[in-house]
Nanobody, 121 residues
Framework: QVQLVESGGGLVQPGGSPRLSCAASTSIFSINRMGWYRQAPGKERELVAA???????NYADSVKGRFTISRGSGKIMVYLQMNNLEPEDTAVYYC???????????????WGQGTQVTVSS
């Protein structure tokens, strides 16, 4: 079992630039893909950004040019730098890691518990 914990959320003013991080409870053997998802009240969960093991990135149109996803090191798996936040960015943000935790284990899709980001003045 692997636990993922997001941090860096909270109350942010419009135009703010917080950075979210996702930490794993144990080391990971290999990573296929990592991503950030978000879910606003009354809406479906949506992909915000993703990065592959090769470094290729993909962003939702609504955040392209404002957010940057990057790989971490050690227990920190992935970051999400969020710039120029808008009220529409208010949501619970979830970390997702598609990985092989041990060489003898199968690939698995791991999820964090989520961190609230509220954009308000």
């Amino acid at each position: 079992q692997v636990q993922l914990v997001e941090s860096g959320g909270g109350l942010v003013q419009p135009g703010g630039s917080p950075r979210l991080s996702c930490a794993a409870s144990t080391s990971i053997f290999s990573i296929n893909r990592m991503g950030w998802y978000r879910q606003a009240p009354g809406k479906e969960r949506e992909l915000v950004a993703a990065i592959t093991s090769g470094g290729s990135t993909n962003y939702a149109d609504s955040v392209k040019g404002r957010f940057t996803i990057s790989r971490g090191s050690g227990k920190i798996m992935v970051y999400l730098q969020m710039n120029n936040l808008e009220p529409e960015d208010t949501a619970v943000y979830y970390c997702n890691v598609d990985a092989r935790a041990r060489s003898s284990w199968p690939n698995h899709d791991y999820w964090g518990q989520g961190t609230q980001v509220t954009v308000s003045s």
